[in-house]
């Protein structure tokens, strides 16, 4: 792979201080592209902005500062999970209320869309042949599978699936639009997320492995090698796509 190409790019992560965005951090500073972190977290080993993407109604105006001040990146990543307090009101139930789906499609579909087209615009505007890569779920390509729930404390989502496929939607929009500006657009659906808390659910690991070819959960490294994959002269043609990352989940 030449991911040598990402020697001196600029990248803005939004989500940086998360598990995947750490991630990220760490692999592309390892191969010399400036990080610049867009979060409510910092992290001091990195450039750091501090954005809130709640704050829909200024977020053009937040992201616009980020660019003022650090310039206009050459990849953007958006790893970001802004889960709001009343998300366990969206389990499929009758006890759902509408202003939790509202309000979570505002700050998690919203916000992707509000700085997918904005980075686009500025990278239009300050000519860079640039990579934006959204990080989204399989759930945005299939429903969750409600057995794989079934007697863990992790809670189904009935929004969570419409929300990925909001995101899978403008990524294949950026890329329509922008494409003719040499700026390329992918998303990227990893399958379950390994992570500390993860661990402790024995049995809905259980569940989601029986599913699983490889029978192992997606580690943040998995998605980090496709995003600097993405982002390096190796992918020049690769736009619009959809692109998996779960052993073999969707497969089977």
């Known amino acids: 792979m030449d991911f040598l190409s990402l020697s001196n790019k600029k990248v803005f992560i939004v989500g940086g201080s998360g598990l995947i965005g750490s991630q990220l951090c760490n692999d592309f500073y390892k191969f010399g592209a400036e990080v610049i972190i867009l979060d409510k977290k910092k992290n001091k080993n990195y450039k750091f902005f501090n954005i809130n993407l709640e704050k829909t109604d200024s977020l053009i105006k937040q992201i616009k500062l980020a660019i003022d001040l650090y310039g206009c990146p050459d990849i953007f990543v958006n790893a970001s999970y802004p889960k709001t307090k009343d998300w366990s009101y969206l389990y499929f139930n009758s006890n759902y209320k509408v202003e939790s ?25 300050n000519k860079i042949i640039g990579s934006i890569i959204n990080i989204s779920s399989i759930y945005g390509l299939v429903a969750q599978d409600l057995s794989i729930y ?11 699936s419409a929300i990925k496929s909001g995101i899978n939607g403008i990524g294949k ?8 500006y040499g700026i390329r657009s992918n998303v990227i659906c990893p399958g379950g997320i390994e992570n500390k808390k993860l661990k402790k659910e024995k049995i809905f690991i259980k569940n989601y492995l029986i599913r699983n070819p490889i029978k192992r959960m997606c580690k943040s490294e998995d998605v980090s090698n496709l995003v600097l994959f993405l982002s390096s002269n190796s992918s020049n043609y690769i736009s619009g796509n959809l692109i ?5 989940r969707l497969a089977v």
């Open 244 to 248: 998996t990352v779960d052993g073999g």
């Open 150 to 160: 079934k007697n863990t404390s992790i809670k189904e989502n009935m929004i969570y």
């Open 101 to 125: 789906i509202i309000k979570n499609i505002n700050d998690h579909l919203a916000s992707y869309i509000i700085l997918s087209l904005e980075i686009a615009e500025a990278m239009k505007k």
């Open 173 to 180: 929009q950026i890329c329509s639009a922008y494409g003719q």
